[in-house]
C-alpha cells in the first residue's frame, strides 16, 4: 500500500492481490477466530476492494491530463465496458425481490474484476516486476501443495483449524454440514476428504491450479533447460493440489487446458502429454481404483451422480427463467454471492447461465464474447509480440481463461477471486501490448 500511495505504483495492486488473495477467507476465519467478533472480519472482507478502488483512485490523481489521456479502445474493452454498463443499468432498474443493498454487493463483484482488467490495461512493468509476480504465483501454488501434504498426513483439513465452521455460521449464515464438519464441498460422495490448502474451498483450489501449471509451463518451455527445474517443481505441485482437491470439473478443465495449449501453440508433446495422463487415468479407473471410486465415476459421466444431478437441475431452473424473462429478473437474482438470498436465488451453478437469468440473453452474451475475444486476442499477442515477457503473460491469459470454461459451466466460478482477478489482470495486461502492436502496424 505504502508503493501504492507514497511511491505512485498504482500497478502494485496486483502484487498484494496475488498475494493476499489465495488467503483470503483463511486470514477472515482466524481474524474472527482471534478476536470473536464480525465487525475486523467486516473491514477486512472489503480490504481487497479498496486496495482495487485506491490503485484506480491513485492512476486518476497521478494523470496530470486525464481529460487528453489516451484511450485506445479495441473489442476486448467495449465488452468489458458493455457489461458492466449493463449490469449498472440493472442496479437501478426495478426488477428482482432483493434489496437495493443487495443489488450494490453483486454490482460490486462485477465491478472489481472490470476495474482490475483497467489497472492492468494500463499497467507497463519491467522485466523485473513481471519476474516478480510470477514468483508469487510460483511461491503460492508450492505453498498450497506443501499445506496439502501437511493435510494429509495429519489427516485433517486446515479449515478444521483456523476457525472456518464459525466464520460460516456468523458470517455466511451458514451451518456447519457434511461429515468434517465444514461443508459438503470438502468431502466426495465416497466420504473421503477433499482438500483446500489455505484457499477457500477444494473448488477454488482446484481452479487455481490452472493459473500455478500455466505458469509454470510457459516459464519452462522459455527457459534453458539447465535452469527449469523450479519451473517443473511449481508444475507438479500444482498437478499434486489437484488431486488433493478432487474436482471432477477441474480434472476436465485441466486436460482442455492441456490440450488447447498444445493444438494453440503448436506444442505436439504436450498432446502426447496430455492423451498419456488421460490414458493412466482411464487405466486406474477401470484396473486399480477401488469400486465406490470407479461407480462414482462413472455415475458422474452418465449424470447419475447427485452432484451431476443437481447441476444439470439448476441448469434447467436458470433456462426455464431466461425463457419466461428472456430481458433478465435482475441484479443478485442468481448464484451463490453473499448478496443472493435463498429465497431470491434462480439456478446458481453455471456462470453463463447465472449472468443470463439476471441480465438476460444481452447479458450472457457479452460475457461469452468477452471471453471469447479475450483468448484469441491474448493467442494473437503471444504470437506477435517481441516482448518474452507480455508473450508469457499472454500465454497464462488464455489458458487459464480456456481452463476455466469447464468450471464455468459447473460453478459461480467467477468467485474463485485469486484465478479469476488475476487472470483479468493478465488480459488488461496483454491487451495493454496488444494496442501497442496494433498501433506500431499502422
Known amino acids: 500500500m505504502k508503493a501504492i500511495i507514497f511511491k505512485v505504483k498504482w500497478e502494485y495492486m496486483v502484487f498484494f492481490l496475488a498475494a493476499y488473495l489465495p488467503f483470503h477467507t483463511t486470514f477472515l476465519s482466524i481474524v474472527l477466530q482471534s478476536t470473536e467478533s464480525t465487525f475486523p472480519v467486516k473491514f477486512f472482507q472489503l480490504a481487497k476492494d ?127 454440514s457434511g461429515n468434517f464438519g465444514l461443508t459438503w464441498t470438502f468431502e466426495t460422495q465416497a466420504v473421503t476428504k477433499r482438500l483446500a490448502s489455505f484457499f477457500a474451498d477444494p473448488l477454488e483450489l482446484a481452479s487455481s491450479v490452472l493459473l500455478g501449471f500455466a505458469t509454470g509451463l510457459i516459464w519452462f518451455l522459455t527457459t534453458k533447460r539447465e535452469a527449469s527445474f523450479p519451473y517443473i517443481l511449481v508444475m507438479l505441485c500444482s498437478m499434486g493440489s489437484l488431486f488433493f482437491a478432487s474436482s471432477r470439473a477441474a480434472f476436465g478443465a485441466f486436460f482442455i487446458m492441456i490440450f488447447f495449449i498444445a493444438v494453440i501453440f503448436k506444442l505436439h508433446k504436450l498432446i502426447l502429454f496430455g492423451f498419456g495422463l488421460a490414458m493412466t487415468f482411464v487405466i486406474f479407473v477401470v484396473f486399480f481404483a477401488s469400486e465406490d471410486f470407479f461407480y462414482f465415476v462413472v455415475d458422474t459421466l452418465t449424470f447419475q451422480n447427485a452432484s451431476s444431478v443437481g447441476h444439470v437441475v439448476e441448469w434447467l431452473v436458470a433456462l426455464e427463467s431466461m425463457i419466461e424473462s428472456p430481458f433478465g429478473i435482475g441484479l443478485a437474482m442468481s448464484g451463490n454471492s453473499g448478496s443472493v438470498t435463498d429465497e431470491a436465488r434462480v439456478g446458481g451453478e453455471n456462470q453463463f447461465l447465472i449472468y443470463g437469468v439476471q441480465l438476460g440473453f444481452l447479458g450472457m452474451i457479452f460475457y461469452i464474447m468477452l471471453l471469447g475475444f479475450s483468448i484469441s486476442r491474448s493467442v494473437r499477442v503471444f504470437r506477435l509480440t517481441d516482448n518474452v515477457m507480455s508473450a508469457r503473460i499472454a500465454f497464462s491469459g488464455a489458458a487459464v481463461k480456456t481452463g476455466l470454461l469447464l468450471p464455468l459451466f459447473t460453478a459461480n466460478a467467477e468467485m474463485y477471486l485469486y484465478v479469476s482477478w488475476i487472470s483479468w489482470w493478465m488480459v488488461g495486461y496483454t491487451m495493454n501490448e496488444y494496442s501497442k502492436i496494433r498501433h506500431n502496424h499502422v
Do not use: C
Open 50 to 176: 479498496l486496495i482495487v478502488l485506491l490503485s484506480v483512485l491513485v492512476f486518476v490523481l497521478s494523470q496530470r491530463r486525464i481529460f487528453e489521456y489516451p484511450f485506445r479502445l479495441h473489442i476486448v474493452d467495449w465488452l468489458v465496458l458493455y457489461f458492466t454498463g449493463l449490469a449498472f443499468l440493472f442496479l437501478f432498474l426495478p426488477l428482482g425481490d432483493t434489496t437495493f443493498v443487495n443489488k450494490a454487493l453483486y454490482f460490486k463483484n462485477l465491478l472489481i474484476p472490470a476495474l482490475v482488467y483497467f489497472v492492468g490495461r494500463n499497467t507497463n512493468f519491467d522485466d523485473l516486476e513481471v519476474r516478480r509476480l510470477f514468483q508469487v504465483i510460483f511461491v503460492v501454488a508450492i505453498s498450497a501443495f506443501a499445506v496439502n501434504l501437511m493435510e494429509s498426513l495429519i489427516d485433517r483439513h486446515l479449515q478444521n483449524f483456523t476457525g472456518y465452521p464459525l466464520f460460516n455460521q456468523l458470517v455466511n449464515n451458514m451451518e456447519p
